[in-house]
């Protein structure tokens, strides 16, 4: 089979809208853009052995490709409309595309998006998505918006997922079965927040979403805004077995990464609208500190004193010393 027996086989029939004018085909897809609206447009690339294990389930690879970018998208209070995918791999492997393909299209499916193009090439496994979605101009929010006196709020409970990948390295945890399915959930399959970031347009002051580590997220947030955030560490949403660690264990868990939660600030006069807006999206939301004038992060324990922390995080060419 070569690259135009698999595009034909494996992509040309994703389902599509009205939106698309012309699709998978042709050397570029024509697109009808909503009216009136802005375009948000994000890329993410999830390379084998580093984004994720090498023997992962091709049905959790697709699913985490399309999150990682949906999750981006949430955070901007964006509806996502057209994905293309850029797939590199070493030969073709049917049995993985068949898998891949089948989870990749009942997501794109379940959450509208349409599959407009890609390009397919042979060498590492390497899936490089780009999804671009639509936004009313007035309900845009970026990391910069955040002002002293807001509330800080996250999304789900941070940690689990990196609970999820010690699992699946083989580490044992004295986890109980709801914990241990949760975070296998979250590192596997996370789902992105969609329903939440769109409902939070117009209402955060600031919001972006968390993939890098609680901490090293909420900086990009507090540099944006050039404001500091003070967070209750007792406060941060974690499964019992996260919070009954040691402090500096409990940190790693937290600030690991690939969460795929949202951070947001949103003025006080908000809070009752943030409440209503989770219990409509079924998604928990807790507030877990405030912004201050100032820089950085301040994390305080339940007797106020701060306590020390580094940001954590993946960051790539990251220097080892
Ligand atoms: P070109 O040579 O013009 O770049 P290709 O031959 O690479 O086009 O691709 C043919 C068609 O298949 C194009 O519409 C392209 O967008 C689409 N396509 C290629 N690879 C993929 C993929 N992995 N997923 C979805 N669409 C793809
Ligand atoms: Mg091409």
């Known amino acids: 089979m070569d690259e135009f027996d698999l595009i034909a086989r494996y992509f040309a029939e994703f389902p599509t809208d009205h939106t698309v004018v012309e699709g998978i085909g042709d050397d570029a897809a024509v697109l009808r853009p909503p009216p009136e609206q802005f375009l948000v447009m994000t890329t993410d690339t999830l390379i084998a052995g580093v984004h994720f294990p090498p023997d992962e389930q091709p049905a959790s690879v697709a699913h985490k490709v399309l999150h990682a970018n949906l999750s981006d998208i949430a955070a901007m209070a964006a509806t996502p409309l057209w994905t293309t995918l850029a797939l590199s791999m070493p030969e073709v492997d049917t ?18 998006v349409s599959l407009i193009g890609g390009d397919t090439t042979q060498g590492k496994l390497v899936l490089t998505l780009t999804l ?31 609970v999820g990948h010690h699992l699946w390295q083989g580490g044992d945890l004295e986890l109980s079965d709801s914990e241990r399915a949760q975070c296998e959930q979250r590192y596997h399959r996370p789902t992105a927040r969609l329903a939440l970031g769109q409902a939070l347009g117009g209402i955060a002051s600031a919001m972006l979403d968390c993939s890098d580590g609680l901490l090293a997220d909420l900086s990009h947030l507090t540099q944006a805004s050039a404001v500091k955030a003070v967070v209750n560490l007792e406060q941060i949403p974690s499964i019992g077995f996260v919070r009954q660690c040691q402090l500096a264990d409990r940190l790693g868990w937290i600030t690991w990464g690939d969460d795929y939660e949202l951070i947001f600030t949103a003025p006080r006069e908000q809070r009752e609208s943030v409440e209503q807006i989770a219990r409509e999206c079924t998604t928990q939301v807790t507030r877990i500190g405030t912004i201050t004038d100032g820089e950085g992060i301040d994390l305080l324990d339940s007797t106020g004193q701060s306590v020390e922390h580094k940001q954590g995080g993946y960051r790539h060419f990251q220097q080892a010393n």
């Open 132 to 162: 671009i979605g639509s936004i009313n101009a007035d309900s845009v929010s970026l990391r910069r918006g955040a002002r002293p006196g807001d509330d800080l709020y996250f999304s789900g409970d941070a940690g689990s997922a990196a």
């Open 95 to 112: 049995d993985w595309l068949d898998a891949f393909t089948v989870e990749l299209k009942n997501q794109c499916r379940h959450h509208k």
